[in-house]
Nanobody
Framework: QVQLVESGGGLVQAGGSLRLSCAAS????????MGWYRQAPGKQRELVAD???????NYVDSVKGRFTISRDNAKNAVYLQMNNLKPEDTAIYYC???????????????WGQGTQVTVSS
């Protein structure tokens, strides 16, 4: 089984910064894309940013220039540096990893439990 554990959420004023971390553990052969999603009350979950094993990144337009995703392949970890936070960034943030548990296995999605980010105006 694979577990993803997020940390780093909290309450911050508009304009502030937070850094989210997510570490994967368990039976892991390799991890392809890792990403951060968020879900605000009454809204659908959306992709915030993702990063391939090779380091290629992708961001939703609303966070470009403010958020930076990175990963440490040796630690099976992904990070999200969030700067210049806005009240509309308030949401539960979830980590996702596409994991291959043994050679030749198909890639499977795994999700973390989520961490709350609240930005006050």
């Amino acid at each position: 089984q694979v577990q993803l554990v997020e940390s780093g959420g909290g309450l911050v004023q508009a304009g502030g910064s937070l850094r989210l971390s997510c570490a994967a553990s368990g039976r892991i052969f390799s991890i392809n894309t890792m990403g951060w999603y968020r879900q605000a009350p009454g809204k659908q979950r959306e992709l915030v940013a993702d990063i391939t094993i090779g380091g290629s990144t992708n961001y939703v337009d609303s966070v470009k220039g403010r958020f930076t995703i990175s990963r440490d392949n040796a630690k099976n970890a992904v990070y999200l540096q969030m700067n210049n936070l806005k009240p509309e960034d308030t949401a539960i943030y979830y980590c996702k990893a596409l994991v291959r548990v043994f050679p030749g296995a198909r890639v499977t999605d795994y999700w973390g439990q989520g961490t709350q980010v609240t930005v006050s105006s």
